[in-house]
């Protein structure tokens, strides 16, 4: 069975969400979706970011200057970046007619683009399910 792009985007959030748990935030759904999917909140450090969920590596005008994090999965593994960082990173993708009509995208990443996004790793969620499975969670 071929899941639909609203399914697809259930299992994504549900990946993220276990993802964060492990990283210590808690996730908490937007009542209105006004470029926000969630927010992810680690009440020990205080740490915020207001995330938007894509099925890969996304840039769009209208997310600029919006302190907005994007989430997306690349090989198994889950990034959590600052819209405006990755922008300055995807610089040489906006000249194309893409950008032009407002969004860039792109997937799977090249290992300049992971090594450019190291620093925003956010985890993997086969590898917490299975530390899940032997604590007996």
């Not at 492990?22 to 979706?33: F, S």
């Not at 009440?43 to 996304?58: C, F, Y």
């Amino acid at each position: 069975m071929k899941l639909t792009s609203d399914a697809v985007e259930v299992v994504n959030r549900n990946a993220l969400v276990t993802v964060a748990l492990n990283q210590g935030y808690n996730a908490y759904l937007p009542v209105y979706d006004n470029g926000i999917d969630l927010i992810l909140l680690n009440e020990a450090t205080g740490d915020t970011k207001l995330v938007q969920l894509k099925g890969r590596w996304t840039i769009d005008k209208k997310y600029i200057g919006r302190n907005i994090w994007v989430a997306f999965p690349d090989r198994g593994v889950w990034y959590v970046a600052p819209h405006d960082e990755m922008l300055r990173l995807g610089e040489r993708h906006t000249g194309t007619d893409s950008w032009a009509k407002g969004t860039y995208s792109k997937s799977p990443l090249s290992k300049a683009d992971r090594e450019e996004l190291a620093a925003y790793r956010f985890g993997e969620p086969d590898s917490v399910m299975e530390d899940a499975a032997k604590l007996g969670g």
